[in-house]
């Protein structure tokens, strides 16, 4: 989606990056102070505090149905990623496994992301994730750097909003890739397994902050090395590797390769991971790492996304089902996340004040054009 917009429109819709990195603060603040002050997760808290039996129902089907077969869907979407940087620099042959073609770069991220989550060691993911983290940083930063792009202009595009002739869905894309339901109920629940004390609030604020802008301003690298070969005909990211070679040489192709792998690989682990949390929360199961049923939901989700993405099996029916659930189900938590947030008998003097009620609503907002377009999308 960077890669489209960059191509597109040059720098004019990094406002909407800059807008959903705000957006996203604002929503994964809420959920790590949920997270601390409850040591509950998102889809724990849900759970007990809907009290009307048939809404608590129809919201734990949707959040099942939005998280649990979403990230079913999509985690072939995130080991592919990862191929496509593999893919830039090596073949990729295929293995035959009982009767089935597998391409093996498949079976590797999944082998690692498996190895990294059956660990069941919340610091060893952590430092793992850090690491990748900072590799596709680095590479993605390095990329942009060697455009050379205009400051002004990169300020002008982030700051001064502009809608250009055939952008909005690009628009809503860049802000519907950053602005997930997921990452909340992930947040929530990894942020209590760091932090178990109300004076570490502040430290987790600032984690936040840093990450979240972090990511967007990875977004952003990609949109910005993607300007710079405006006019070609690309696609995707692996197609972007290609169209700077000319440019920057085949250094930048290996550059761009290892950033793609990180981010396919950091994909990777942390959709089965927040599928889990989710399934764990809302079925009344223990979120410990180790625990069988835990481990269960994210061998399933990781099982299907190396299927998916080994063998080409393009599952639309699931994927356009996971986008209509996502697409119901980002406005509704945002609003029970901002209901839940205001309530003293769970956050005591921790609840919202006005100012994060306003920016709260104003989010809502957001999340209800995205799901609006989202929904526009599958069915008409």
């Not at 090596?90 to 082998?111: D, E, Q, R, W, Y």
């Not at 930063?141 to 502009?162: R, Y």
Request: glycine content about 8%.
């Amino acid at each position: 989606m960077c890669t489209i917009a960059g191509i597109g429109f040059g720098y004019a819709l990094l406002w909407a990056m800059v807008l959903s990195v705000f957006a996203t603060i604002v929503l994964q603040e809420m959920a790590a102070r949920l997270g601390i002050i409850t040591q509950k997760g998102l889809s724990e808290v849900i759970r007990t505090e809907i009290k009307n039996p048939v809404f608590r129902t129809f919201i734990v089907v949707l959040i099942l149905s939005a998280i649990v077969i979403g990230n079913a869907a999509y985690e072939a979407g995130n080991i592919s990623g990862g191929i496509l940087g593999l893919e830039t620099i090596l073949s990729n042959p295929s293995l035959n496994l009982f009767g089935v073609s597998f391409k093996s770069f498949s079976l590797i991220i999944g082998a690692l992301a498996f190895v990294l989550l059956y660990i069941g060691n919340y610091r060893i993911i952590e430092r793992a994730l850090i690491t990748l983290v900072i590799l596709m940083s680095l590479a993605f930063l390095t990329c942009a750097i060697l455009t050379k792009p205009n400051v002004l202009d990169i300020l002008k595009g982030a700051f001064i909003p502009k809608f250009p002739e055939n952008g909005l869905l690009i628009i809503v894309g860049l802000i519907g890739t950053t602005v997930v339901p997921y990452n909340l109920f992930l947040h929530a629940s990894l942020v209590k397994e760091k932090w178990q004390k109300t004076s570490d609030l502040r430290i987790a604020r600032k984690d936040t902050f840093v990450a979240v802008v972090l990511g967007g301003l990875v977004s952003m690298c990609i949109i910005i090395s993607a300007s710079a070969i405006q006019g070609e005909s690309i696609s995707n990211a692996a197609d972007l590797a290609k169209g700077l070679e000319p440019l920057f040489g085949s250094f930048s192709k290996y550059v761009l390769a290892i950033g793609l792998f990180a981010a396919g690989i950091t994909s990777a682990i942390t959709a089965p991971l927040a599928a889990a949390y989710v399934a764990s929360g809302c079925l009344g199961w223990s979120s410990n790492l180790k625990s069988i049923k835990f481990r269960c939901v994210w061998m399933f989700i990781l099982v299907l996304g190396v299927a998916f993405s080994s063998t080409n099996i393009k599952p639309i029916q699931i994927i356009k089902f996971a986008q209509v659930a996502n697409g119901i189900l980002l406005p509704v938590i945002a609003v029970i996340l901002i209901y839940i947030m205001n309530k003293t008998s769970v956050l005591g003097k921790y609840k919202n004040n006005t100012k994060q009620n306003i920016l709260g609503f104003l989010i809502l907002g957001i999340t209800i054009l995205l799901s609006a377009v989202a929904l526009g999308k599958v069915f008409l």
